[in-house]
């Protein structure tokens, strides 16, 4: 048998609801292979971040060498990484490998409110990680950060997502759950703007939506979709996994990752 193998470059969540764990999930729903070069431990649950552990950039750079000269993944995600010197790692070796594929969540705060990268590693996440990325998967406040103005309407996001995007050459999705009234979402890509419409579930559990969807859309690259059919398998799956309705933690819950594999879930 064959599957097409992924790599996620990403913190791990001890309680398995975002970073890698939510990845990993992802990719095993999604029909292709997960694998993981973790950029930091995160001590962790639907409630905060307590603590975090960095890898060293020497180990982290061990653990994609391992990856890559073995089994090379057909597309890369990058998730959390907190700061300057894991960036410039990890940039050095997706151009060493010429990692195809590569989508960068630029994620900076948790859903918790917890601040998940350093303020003078935003920099480098641009200007290292963003020209070698297909696409970037900001959500509303890190469309803010990037663009630095605040973003109100749909109009304004689209326009933030059309300068970010011909600045670093690749496309972007401006992502609409921290939006109000409804989820939608924007990609931008060689000045063409799709929508991808989603109705705003009202539910407080949505821990590791941003990680949940690029890990899709990687997925669905890996597997031949191109850009805009990868986006759109990958919203509707993280819909599906919203929707499930999973009920755990006492804070943000995390998702159903595996809903739609029928058979294996048994109501507890
Ligand atoms: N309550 C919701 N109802 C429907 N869709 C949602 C909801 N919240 C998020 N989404 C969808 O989930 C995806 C992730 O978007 P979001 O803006 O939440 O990213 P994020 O903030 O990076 O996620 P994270 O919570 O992992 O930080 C998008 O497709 C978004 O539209
Ligand atoms: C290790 C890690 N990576 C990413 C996120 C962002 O996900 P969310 O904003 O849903 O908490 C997180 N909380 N933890």
Known sequence: MKLKPVLTIAGSDSSGGAGIQADLKTMLANGVFGMSAVTALTAQNTRGVTDILEASPEFLKAEIDAVFTDIPPAAVKVGMVASVPLIRTIAA???????????????????????????????????????????????????E??????????????????????????????????????????????????????????????????CTLSSAIASNLAKGAELSGAVEKAKAYVTGAIAAGLELGHGNGPLAHGFDLTGTYIDV
């Open 93 to 143: 070796c997706l151009r060493e490998y010429r990692a195809e594929h590569v989508v960068v969540d630029p994620v900076m705060v948790a859903t918790s409110g917890a601040r998940l990268i350093a303020e003078d590693a935003v920099e480098a996440l641009t200007e290292e990680l963003f020209p070698l990325a297909e696409i970037i998967t900001p959500n509303l406040p890190e469309l």
């Open 145 to 210: 950060v990037l663009a630095g103005y605040e973003i109100k309407t749909a109009d304004k996001a689209v326009e933030a997502a059309k300068a970010i995007s011909e600045k670093y050459g690749c496309a972007v999705l401006a992502k609409g759950g921290h939006a109000i009234g409804n989820a939608d979402d924007y990609l931008v890509w060689d000045g063409g703007v799709r929508v991808f419409r989603g109705e705003h579930i009202d539910t407080k559990n949505t821990h590791g939506t941003g």
